[in-house]
Nanobody, 128 residues
Framework: EVQFVESGGGLVQPGGSLRLSCSAS????????IGWIRQAPGKEREAVSC????????HYADSVKGRFTISRDNAKNTIYLQMNNLQPEDTAIYYC?????????????????????WGQGTQVTVSS
């Protein structure tokens, strides 16, 4: 059974930082890929970041480029999202999502705003 468990969300002031973690089980990176997706109240789901399954290059939404960094520890089956210079518009529930079809979609240099599997999400709130 594939499972994703996110952690690391919280309340932070504008300009602050958070590091999200997503621990995955029940799959291998040979078959699946994982990325980050967020959803803010009243807004469409947005793909935040993922790794290309073609060459491992990280991709980011324009809204987070230069501020967020995705990384992974394959030995721990964990991916991370370092978020710096957070702004109120970054407030959302952040999910890790992925799977086999997700992996295929990342071949084209973009991150899909959906996944075969989802974590439960972690709330990030940026407010003064």
């Amino acid at each position: 059974e594939v499972q994703f468990v996110e952690s690391g969300g919280g309340l932070v002031q504008p300009g602050g930082s958070l590091r999200l973690s997503c621990s995955a089980s029940g799959f291998t990176y040979d078959d699946y890929a994982i990325g980050w997706i967020r959803q803010a109240p009243g807004k469409e789901r947005e793909a935040v970041s993922c790794f290309s399954s073609t060459d491992g290059t990280p991709h980011y939404a324009d809204s987070v480029k230069g501020r967020f960094t995705i990384s992974r520890d394959n030995a721990k089956n964990t991916i991370y999202l370092q978020m710096n210079n957070l702004q109120p518009e970054d407030t959302a529930i952040y999910y890790c999502a992925g799977g086999r079809h997700y992996r295929k979609a990342t071949r084209f240099g973009t991150c899909p705003p959906w996944g075969d599997y989802w974590g439960q999400g972690t709330q990030v709130t940026v407010s003064s």
